[in-house]
């Protein structure tokens, strides 16, 4: 089995909502997870598939919960881990929002391998013939809820990439 490179991932609490936290610990050596200060409770399944990951979960205290401030504070957190370890250690940002592209984009130019991974779902298109669905789309397999999320398949494609 190959060795998975050393991998930091980069979220906010809502991101992380969106996605399997169990999905992570496959596929990352450290969390940071930013969260507004005025959350006062998070949802028990967050909290145990998060202890599963032990140390390798950080949660950062935002003090305020505007997008601005979570687009700083992660903004700041990559560039102080981009500057202390090596580049072999790369990134993933987990989150829809588009401001990260241009660090991202800053980042590999550094030599650093970073990627923007979305959380929303694709939708699948349903084609109609004559009113009617076509029966392989109607199969179960086609709407099959265990498909790989965007996380496996965007961290499996830098993974070959890299080989």
């Given at each position: 089995?190959?060795?998975?490179?050393?991998?930091?991932?980069?979220?906010?609490?809502?991101?992380?909502?969106?996605?399997?936290?169990?999905?992570?610990?496959?596929?990352?050596?450290?969390?940071?997870?930013?969260?507004?200060?005025?959350?006062?409770q998070?949802?028990?399944?967050?909290?145990l598939?998060?202890?599963?990951?032990?140390?390798?979960?950080?949660?950062?205290?935002?003090?305020?919960?505007?997008?601005?401030?979570?687009?700083?504070?992660?903004?700041?957190?990559?560039?102080a881990?981009?500057?202390?370890?090596?580049?072999?250690?790369?990134?993933?940002?987990?989150?829809?929002?588009?401001?990260?592209?241009?660090?991202?984009?800053?980042?590999?130019?550094?030599?650093?391998?970073?990627?923007?991974?979305?959380?929303?779902?694709?939708?699948?298109?349903?084609?109609?013939?004559?009113?009617?669905?076509?029966?392989?789309?109607?199969?179960?397999?086609?709407?099959?809820?265990?498909?790989?999320?965007?996380?496996?398949?965007?961290?499996?494609?830098?993974?070959?990439?890299?080989?």
């Amino acid at each position: 089995m190959a060795h998975l490179p050393r991998r930091y991932i980069f979220t906010d609490y809502e991101s992380l909502k969106k996605v399997k936290i169990s999905k992570l610990q496959k596929v990352c050596n450290k969390v940071y997870i930013l969260i507004g200060k005025e959350v006062e409770q998070i949802p028990f399944q967050i909290v145990l598939h998060a202890q599963k990951l032990g140390k390798r979960v950080k949660w950062v205290s935002v003090e305020n919960n505007s997008e601005s401030d979570f687009r700083l504070h992660l903004s700041f957190l990559m560039g102080a881990l981009h500057q202390k370890l090596g580049v072999e250690t790369e990134f993933a940002v987990l989150s829809d929002d588009e401001y990260f592209d241009p660090l991202i984009d800053f980042i590999n130019d550094a030599g650093r391998n970073c990627i923007r991974v979305k959380t929303k779902k694709k939708k699948k298109n349903k084609i109609v013939v004559d009113n009617v669905l076509p029966k392989e789309i109607l199969e179960d397999e086609y709407f099959n809820e265990e498909e790989d999320d965007d996380l496996t398949e965007a961290i499996e494609n830098l993974n070959a990439e890299n080989n």
